[in-house]
């Protein structure tokens, strides 16, 4: 046995998952080694939410986690910016009452059953509007509101 098995990680001797720690390269050993200590220096609570994460992750199919493993893959490929702008999104996502999830969903469930000309002018549109001063904005609001008045 070499001197460095004796620092291997309980965890990675009773896992399944792992079933010949010797066939592993040296490099490889020290690589899990450093991953179990990074766990280990974790608050409980994080450890906690990985170990579930884990169970979860085991109880789907071998297709969903094909899928998983992409969509991950995909993230780590981002820019440094672009992960933080959709880990930004996500955490505004979560921080929205359901009913307005529905409801975003809903419209964007609609905004892909349109036309794809249909579709372009909205966009066309939405970035109009984003461009438009504020007080702009207010203006057109103000009308609709007393059009939706006098009818």
Request: no cysteine; glycine share 2%; proline share 5%.
């Amino acid at each position: 046995m070499e001197a460095r098995d004796k620092e291997m990680p309980v965890a990675v001797k009773d896992n399944k998952v792992i079933e010949d720690w010797q066939s592993f390269s040296p490099e490889k050993k020290k690589e899990l080694i450093e991953r179990f200590k990074k766990f280990k220096a974790l608050p409980d609570e994080e450890r906690h939410r990985i170990k579930n994460n884990l169970h979860r992750y085991k109880e789907f199919s071998p297709g969903q986690r094909k899928k998983i493993k992409e969509n991950f893959n995909k993230i780590r490929s981002l820019k440094p910016e672009e992960r933080r702008r959709l880990h930004e999104n996500y955490r505004k996502w979560q921080a929205l009452a359901s009913e307005e999830k529905k409801e975003i969903l809903n419209n964007y469930a609609r905004f892909k059953q349109m036309p794809a000309q249909e579709r372009k002018r909205l966009l066309e549109n939405k970035d109009k509007w984003q461009a438009m001063p504020s007080q702009e904005k207010e203006r057109l609001k103000d009308g609709r509101s007393a059009k939706g008045r006098n009818k």
